[in-house]
């Protein structure tokens, strides 16, 4: 049951058919972990914070530092020098009490990171290196925890959403493999803010329809986006029967080869 305060703060949403009392109610009841609390992560965990889901687990082992402050909107000057998962937990209690953090200021990998995804209802990664993105895609396609992944570079972005309960949705493997050239950082090819705040408040939209139980928008699809020329195209993304992170779960009408689909 939702408080009178609630009911006040979130009454937008309950005028929503899509969410109403029982989606705001299981929003309440969610647990999501974001992968990462800079540039996709600071507008993600705003988002999510704001349209009160119950537990953000923030993981991230970086600090503060002037450069983030342009895009990484969560962060205020006098963070700088803080662990980011602290000055998150700072950030989201001044804009929600309802909302539960836990910190976690260390990466996460093997069965760490595991047991962290099993416990979420979703997963967001906002990280920004391809290592990471993998080791978050194996744990959610062994948990069977969906997965809203982010990326952005330049003036380009791109959010998908890959569920490993859905026999026809391809993992974040599936879709890009780790052969290609190793990714240039943001910080020596620079990154336009904006561009970081449209992935990560798309991403966090994707992550609370999932969380109050409305189908996502982007399940199969990989959205990019130009900021450039301001143009926003998706296009579709298949399942890879012989992923080496996913091939092996036994799905009926698994979808073919993946394909066609940039890096970030």
């Given at each position: 049951?939702?408080?009178?305060?609630?009911?006040?703060?979130?009454?937008?949403?309950?005028?929503?058919?899509?969410?109403?009392?029982?989606?705001?109610?299981?929003?309440?009841?969610?647990?999501?972990?974001?992968?990462?609390?800079?540039?996709?992560?600071?507008?993600?965990?705003?988002?999510?914070?704001?349209?009160?889901?119950?537990?953000?687990?923030?993981?991230?082992?970086?600090?503060?530092?002037?450069?983030?402050?342009?895009?990484?909107?969560?962060?205020?000057?006098?963070?700088?020098?803080?662990?980011?998962?602290?000055?998150?937990?700072?950030?989201?209690?001044?804009?929600?009490?309802?909302?539960?953090?836990?910190?976690?200021?260390?990466?996460?990998?093997?069965?760490?990171?595991?047991?962290?995804?099993?416990?979420?209802?979703?997963?967001?990664?906002?990280?920004?290196?391809?290592?990471?993105?993998?080791?978050?895609?194996?744990?959610?396609?062994?948990?069977?925890?969906?997965?809203?992944?982010?990326?952005?570079?330049?003036m380009?972005?791109?959010?998908?959403?890959?569920?490993?309960n859905?026999?026809?949705?391809?993992?974040?493997?599936?879709?890009?493999?780790?052969?290609?050239?190793?990714?240039e950082?943001?910080?020596?090819?620079?990154?336009?803010?904006?561009?970081?705040?449209?992935?990560?408040?798309?991403?966090?939209?994707?992550?609370?329809k999932?969380?109050a139980?409305?189908?996502?928008?982007?399940?199969?699809?990989?959205?990019?986006?130009?900021?450039?020329?301001?143009?926003?195209?998706?296009?579709?993304?298949?399942?890879?029967?012989?992923?080496?992170?996913?091939?092996?779960?036994?799905?009926?009408?698994?979808?073919?080869?993946?394909?066609?689909?940039?890096?970030?």
């Amino acid at each position: 049951m939702l408080s009178p305060d609630q009911r006040e703060r979130y009454s937008r949403h309950l005028q929503l058919p899509e969410i109403g009392e029982a989606g705001q109610a299981r929003l309440s009841a969610a647990r999501v972990l974001v992968v990462g609390a800079g540039g996709l992560g600071s507008p993600a965990v705003m988002f999510l914070a704001g349209a009160g889901v119950g537990t953000l687990a923030i993981a991230d082992y970086d600090r503060v530092e002037l450069s983030n402050l342009q895009r990484q909107v969560l962060y205020r000057a006098s963070d700088l020098g803080k662990d980011k998962v602290e000055a998150a937990r700072s950030a989201v209690a001044a804009m929600n009490p309802d909302v539960r953090v836990e910190a976690i200021p260390w990466a996460m990998d093997g069965p760490e990171l595991v047991r962290e995804v099993e416990k979420a209802d979703a997963v967001v990664d906002a990280s920004d290196n391809f290592e990471t993105r993998f080791e978050v895609n194996a744990a959610c396609v062994a948990a069977g925890t969906p997965l809203v992944s982010g990326a952005a570079i330049r003036m380009e972005g791109q959010v998908a959403v890959f569920d490993p309960n859905d026999p026809e949705s391809p993992c974040y493997r599936c879709v890009f493999d780790d052969t290609g050239d190793p990714e240039e950082p943001c910080a020596r090819v620079g990154v336009f803010a904006p561009v970081a705040g449209i992935a990560g408040t798309v991403q966090a939209a994707e992550a609370v329809k999932l969380a109050a139980g409305v189908p996502p928008g982007l399940k199969r699809r990989l959205m990019l986006i130009d900021a450039l020329s301001m143009r926003v195209r998706t296009v579709r993304v298949r399942r890879d029967p012989a992923c080496p992170a996913c091939g092996g779960r036994s799905y009926p009408d698994a979808a073919g080869p993946a394909g066609g689909a940039p890096s970030s």
